[in-house]
């Protein structure tokens, strides 16, 4: 799977944890560590191996962001640079992922949603449910994509 948007600035492609660690993990420390400061032992779960993984790149094949989505129908580990957002990249690579979870076999799409993000997953069709809960030390939403419901 490989797209390209946005009058071709930016592209998105099914990623493979073995061969594209180095850039989806360069992506992720930078927003998840450094920026938001995720504590690393928590960024690295344990789940990226078993998940699938989507990466957005520039025109250089530089990565800008990324995203996985786990057997559970968990999409997450959603991530943009600083520089790229508000370029449609997060919606590219929700879309994407949509694509992947709705069309396979795993179970109804969600998210655990950053409460900064809450309006971004409810644009693509997505509902709050439950009570606020803090992840990593950031406050969340349980997020399920209205097909799914």
């Known amino acids: 799977m490989s797209s390209r948007t946005d009058g071709s600035t930016f592209g998105v492609r099914r990623a ?7 850039a989806l993990s360069l992506v992720r420390v930078r927003v998840f560590v450094k920026e938001q400061g995720v504590p ?9 191996a078993g998940a ?18 786990l057997p559970s129908g968990q999409i997450g580990r959603m991530a943009v640079l600083p520089a790229w957002r508000g370029h449609g990249v997060g919606t590219a690579l929700l ?5 992947l979870a709705v069309g396979s076999d795993l179970p109804a799409p969600f998210v655990h949603a950053q ?7 409810h644009r693509h ?16 939403r349980l997020m399920v994509y209205r097909e799914a419901t």
């Open 95 to 99: 879309r994407e992922a949509l694509a």
């Open 125 to 140: 069709g997505f509902r709050a449910q439950g009570l606020e809960f803090w992840e990593a030390g950031i406050p969340h």
């Open 115 to 121: 409460t900064s993000a809450l309006a971004f997953y």
């Open 52 to 69: 699938m993984h989507l990466i957005a790149f520039d025109l250089h094949q530089s990565p800008i962001g990324t995203a996985r989505i």
């Open 40 to 48: 690393v032992e928590l960024e690295w779960d344990g789940a990226d």
């Open 16 to 22: 493979h944890w073995d061969q594209d660690r180095e």
